[in-house]
């Protein structure tokens, strides 16, 4: 059994590019708090499940071999993904609005990253009966390890079960961290991701949280003000989670300890001081993709009824979402753009893989 009795935890989620990493960092630097590299653990539906949590630990063996990556397909996704619509069907991670390659998405994602040998993971796994025996005893053993008394687990994804999470532990908290998604599409279409699917990933991720927005233990943090003012974005956290306010000394040991989970597209690391450059890139001139990042914002839309599910009271587009979270299109956006050519064409292309594959999006271009 672990040492620790995990009372308060704290899961961050939100869409990819959106800060997420630089978060998790910066928590990781509080005297209280471990924030490692991603699990992608918490953000598994049916893990919650304790049924489904029984009788996937029957995989655990494979899926955590580094040398059964390419059998992670048929484990986690045993139907077909539809990469045409941009529908991502995930046995675990439930269904998303954008499709992509998650060979690599596993129970506990490089063990080593956390002091733990993949022997020992096992064994930690053999001895739970839920979700919450095999979390409680992972993190008691690691916090025990360094000396640290809370831990928090950052995987973009995680959105995806913040109710889940929040009944899990019924102490524990939630932080989304929300970013300008006309900075955010460019910044997950550097890194390979198409257009398209980039404005729903932005779309459906952020919109996780708007549930969530009166519940006391849901924190929204923008990376816009952790960037321009860290000291006060995280006293203010801090605050919420019930911790001492050392936000000088987050701030300094962020540049010290090493880099976590960097992307060989990155202009930035963790490590590297907290600076406002990569916010409103997407006013630049030379970006070329503007006209069609317009577009996309103003002709994809979440379904009727994921938007009723969200609390929402008709079909939401991107910029809906903007001006949602605070961002309100200035002078640089066309809001109501004309379609083009190529837009039209990608929804000529949506809408014949639907019927081929009898699928319906959670997201949909309208024209």
């Known amino acids: 059994m672990s040492e620790f009795v995990i009372k308060n935890p704290i899961m961050i989620g939100g869409c990819g590019s959106s800060g997420t990493s630089l978060l998790s960092h910066l928590l990781n630097s509080h005297p209280s708090i471990y924030c490692g590299s991603e699990l992608f653990l918490l953000n598994k539906k049916k893990l919650y499940n304790d049924n489904s949590f029984k009788y996937l630990k029957s995989k655990f063996r494979s899926i955590l071999n580094k040398n059964s990556r390419n059998r992670l397909t048929k484990i986690f996704n045993p139907g077909n993904t539809i990469p045409t619509t941009g529908i991502l069907k995930h046995d675990l991670l439930g269904d998303s ?15 080593e990253s ?5 022997e020992e993971v096992l064994k930690i796994t053999d001895k739970a009966e839920n979700l919450k025996d095999f979390v409680d005893n992972f993190f008691g053993i690691l916090l025990a390890r360094i000396g640290k008394n809370r831990w928090a687990e950052k995987t973009p994804t995680n959105c995806y079960c913040i109710g889940e ?26 890194r390979g991701t198409s257009p398209e699917i980039a404005v729903r990933r932005w779309i459906h991720d952020t919109s996780m949280g708007l549930p969530y927005r009166n519940n006391s233990r ?3 943090v923008k990376y816009e003000d952790l960037v321009i003012n860290p000291k006060l974005t995280l006293n203010k956290l801090m605050n919420f989670l019930g911790e001492s306010e050392d936000a000088d000394l987050m701030i300094a040991g962020q540049t010290q300890s090493e880099s976590m989970n ?21 006013k630049r001139e030379s970006y070329e993709n503007k006209h069609y ?59 014949i893989g639907e019927v081929l594959c009898r699928k319906k999006m959670y997201c949909q271009v309208l024209l």
Not at 168 to 187: C, E, F, M, T
Not at 300 to 327: Q, R
């Open 97 to 111: 609005t954008y499709t992509e390659k998650r060979q690599d998405v596993t129970f506990i994602y490089e063990p």
């Open 114 to 118: 956390h002091g733990f040998t993949i």
């Open 165 to 190: 999470f929040l009944s899990l532990y019924p102490s524990g908290k939630y932080v989304h961290i929300v970013r300008d998604g006309r900075d955010v599409v460019p910044s997950l279409i550097k």
């Open 218 to 220: 849901y924190y929204e």
């Open 262 to 282: 960097s992307h060989s597209t990155w202009t930035t690391k963790t490590t590297d001081p907290i600076s406002k450059k990569a916010i409103g890139k997407w």
């Open 293 to 351: 990042l317009e577009q996309l914002f103003h002709y994809t839309k979440l379904y009727s009824e994921v938007s009723l599910s969200l609390g929402l009271d008709k079909e939401f587009n991107a910029n809906d979402l903007l001006l949602k979270f605070g961002y309100n299109p200035s002078e640089n956006w066309q809001p109501t753009p004309k379609y083009s050519q190529k837009l039209v064409v990608h929804f000529l292309q949506e809408k």
